[in-house]
Structures are given as structure tokens and as C-alpha cells.
Nanobody
Framework: QVQLVESGGGLVQSGDSLRLSCVAS????????LAWFRQAPGKEREFVAA????????EYAESVKGRFSSSRENAKNTVFLQMNSLKPEDTAVYYC??????????????????WGRGTQVTVSS
């Protein structure tokens, strides 16, 4: 497994931007698919974005396409989630997850074997 620590959450207004970071340790970072999930109060955890080890391919949930962008700096064992045009419905705890790369960009929770503790994002209207 790999240890993941998210940061960058906060309270913002609708239309603002935030950039989340997730630093990994404990496993070869460049061999992992990294993903972002989120969980709003009273709702199930849902997929947001995933990025291949090389950073050359990404996958996004329909609800965030065109607004969110994921990138990674393998030299710093860090993955990012740039969130633009935030909406109140984006309010959630955002989690970073990792999986040893298997050639796909999975979007299900069960596909990932390591999780961070999350960072709160709150968007006011």
C-alpha cells in the first residue's frame, strides 16, 4: 500500500477555484494510477478523476468535465486536482486514492487499495 495525504481544501464561493494536492509515500509512485473521489454529506463516495502513471491520460466524471483537471509531478510524488468554476454541489470531502497500474483508469472505489484521509471543500452560493 501507499500512504496518501491530501491538502488544499477550504471554504470558497461559487465560481472560485481551488487546487488540491496529494502527496504519496511508501510505494513506487510512478507505477500507480492516482484518482480523486469525493463524498458529500449523506451521499456515497463518488469518482471524480483518475490519471495514469505517466500523466498522459486522464478520466473525469461527467459532473466535473471541463471544470476540473488532474495532473501529477512524479518527481515530487504528488498528484493535483485543479478545480475551477466551483459550484455548491461540489461541496464534499475529497479523497486521493492509489492503485498499482493495470492498464486501465478505473472509476470504482473497489479498484483502489490505498486512500488518504480526505480534505474538506465547501462552496458557498
Amino acid at each position: 500500500q501507499v500512504q496518501l495525504v491530501e491538502s488544499g481544501g477550504g471554504l470558497v464561493q461559487s465560481g472560485d477555484s481551488l487546487r488540491l494536492s496529494c502527496v504519496a509515500s511508501g510505494r513506487l509512485f510512478i507505477a500507480d494510477t492516482l484518482a480523486w473521489f469525493r463524498q458529500a454529506p449523506g451521499k456515497e463516495r463518488e469518482f471524480v478523476a483518475a490519471i495514469r502513471p505517466s500523466g498522459g491520460s486522464t478520466e473525469y466524471a461527467e459532473s466535473v468535465k471541463g471544470r476540473f483537471s488532474s495532473s501529477r509531478e512524479n518527481a515530487k510524488n504528488t498528484v493535483f486536482l485543479q478545480m475551477n468554476s466551483l459550484k455548491p454541489e461540489d461541496t464534499a470531502v475529497y479523497y486521493c486514492a492509489a492503485q498499482k497500474f493495470r492498464g486501465l483508469l478505473p472509476t470504482t472505489l473497489a479498484s483502489y487499495d490505498s486512500w488518504g484521509r480526505g480534505t474538506q471543500v465547501t462552496v458557498s452560493s
